[in-house]
């Protein structure tokens, strides 16, 4: 199911949930379909399920990443900025997953509740086949739903209890009693892996035709299935939707947040579960030996992408939306003497988390760090992610001046609402052959990657170390230290020493502790991970509140530059009851069972 197709089977599927008004318009018969009409039109019914990919909750451009430490927008009404920098509240919430994830089940519980009622086909087996993956999809995307809704709303209440969200597991309608009250963290916890566990009985772990007969699974032959029929209903042309692999990470996700500082306590998970979890999704790839060489820079890999089937993955990405040309995300973010508006402005304080390529931090004495040179012999995923002063840009390899001595809108604070207010411009997610010259503009082709594998192993290498320290195992054949030493050494850091650096903390579980946070940090940079990290890592206050730094360069009249650290370009001004999202107050004020968050 295409992207096309998902919205035409989207308006199919609305008709019944509008109401008209009698003054101004005379419904069409068509436009006043019941739901039971769906059962004798699958097209109909798919629409329902169609509606919960429309409102998927993925963000292909950085936006929680604005109100963290590692980046901030140069336009001053993003509601991001706002929310960091004093306005978060219950009534202002841009983070909110309230609407959209409850709407999403809302299709999902109509669907599974008229499935098994829908004529996919006249022929029972197929009939059977068709049912299955679609009732799995929807267990999958009702699970998905409702782990948005964890991370974003669920908190301890006055009273202290840890509480989730509202369980709606059947449709509502006007009859439905809607004062409902929120469920217990566990009891949301428990739910959303009933349902993943529903969804993988059902679910290919990845679509595709199988050649033959003898690779249709078991249960599907028993019953008379062929490979013609099983690539009817589990087929290439399903390619898209929510397999099996996407929610085995999924359960790899929701394990790791239950497991984190924030929830454990209350939510019972255990660091032992979340490294389990992730294990499941790596051994399917062999583990470590598994590991994409390329998967760091997955967003650049040009030719890959452009070549790039329809019913392709590549290595690093276990799900992926629709390729599509585009230059919207490098009009964003390109630098302005590119014809970009340079929204994203990562943070002097990311820039200082990357290593040198030896491995050592920089404030480490054996990293050979200098201040007056700081990019020199830097991690290569320095220069991948972000645009510092002197790099090219853009399809014409454009001279990129941030400092102050630059001559055009580049330049450190030059143009507001246009120019870097950090000394830096966002380089990861887009592509320099793009090219936004007025006169002669082109795109180019992306795809987002809604789950990647890197992510996964970094939940290992986190819940591994806490369950088993940094070089226990559990019952896998890799450790912590194995997937950090992997995914550095395919960047090219601490390959001409051994990592030494590494191999010093190895036996240090909070120092690789720091490390793991470190190298997630960097990886998964502007992928919207941070500002949830932060808070199921219960940080410091002060570290939630942490100021944007920038890096200002000047030049003398001998053409020396000179490097200034801008210690607040912008501050951060959250509560200590900012560790948990609010429940908007929309709905609070009009369910008296619905408790608040503590101090929202």
Known sequence: MNKKNIYRLMLIATLPLFTGCDDLFDPAIENQRDIEAMWAEPTYAEG?????????????????????????????????????????????????????????????????????????????????????????????????????????????????????????????????????????????????????????????????????????????TSIGATMGEY????????????SGKAVEALRAQVALLAASDAYNAGSGVKWEDAANAAAIVLDRIGGI???????????????????????????????????????????????????????????????????????????????AYSA?????????????????DGQKMGSSSAVITTGTYGTNRDALNRESGVSTRTGYYLRKLLRRDVNLTPSSTTSQNHFQAYMRYT???LDYAEAANEAWGPEGKGSHAYSAYDVIKALRSRAGVGIGNGDAYLESIKGDKEKMRQLIRNERRIELCFENQRFYDLRRWKVSLDKLNEPAKGLQIDKDAEGVLHYTVLPKVETRDYKDYMYFGPIPYSEVIKWSQLQQNKGW
């Not at 959303?192 to 033959?212: E, H, N, T, W």
């Not at 690539?231 to 929510?242: D, E, I, P, Q, V």
């Not at 007056?372 to 510092?388: E, W």
């Open 289 to 367: 030996n598994g590991m994409d060489p390329t998967g760091w820079k997955w967003f650049d890999n040009t030719s890959a992408i452009d070549n790039m089937k329809a019913t392709e993955q590549p290595d690093e990405v276990i799900w992926r939306g629709s390729k599509a040309s585009s230059s919207s995300m490098e009009s964003d973010n390109f630098p302005p003497s590119i014809y970009g508006k340079g929204r994203v402005n990562p943070t002097e304080n990311l820039v200082e988390t990357f290593p040198m390529v030896n491995g050592y931090p920089i404030t480490d004495a054996q990293s």
């Open 231 to 242: 690539n009817r209903a589990f087929g290439s042309h399903f390619f898209g939707l929510m």
């Open 372 to 388: 007056t040179t700081p990019y020199d012999n830097r991690d290569p995923r320095l220069a991948a992610y972000i645009i510092y």
């Open 48 to 220: 329902f399920l169609a509606n919960a990919y429309v409102l998927l909750p993925y963000q292909g451009s950085p936006s929680t990443d604005l109100a963290t430490d590692d980046a901030v927008s140069n336009d001053q009404a993003n509601n991001y900025l706002r929310m960091a920098t004093g306005s978060w509240a219950a009534d202002n919430d841009p983070t909110s997953q309230w609407q959209n994830r409850f709407n999403a089940i809302q299709y999902v519980n109509i669907f599974l509740e008229n499935c098994d009622k829908v004529v996919w086909s006249n022929d029972q087996l197929l009939r059977t086949l068709f049912n299955d993956q679609f009732k799995g999809q929807a267990f999958a995307m009702r699970a998905l739903q409702q782990y948005y809704l964890l991370r974003a709303h669920a908190g301890y209440t006055d009273d202290g209890q840890l509480l989730g969200f509202p369980l709606h597991l059947s449709s509502e309608g006007s009859g439905s009693d809607f004062n409902q009250p929120r469920a217990t963290f566990r009891e949301c916890y428990d739910q959303i892996m009933v349902d993943i566990d529903s969804a993988l009985a059902r679910l290919p772990l990845q679509y595709g035709d199988v050649p033959s007969t003898d690779n249709v699974p078991a249960k599907y």
């Open 455 to 457: 992510e996964i192993f």
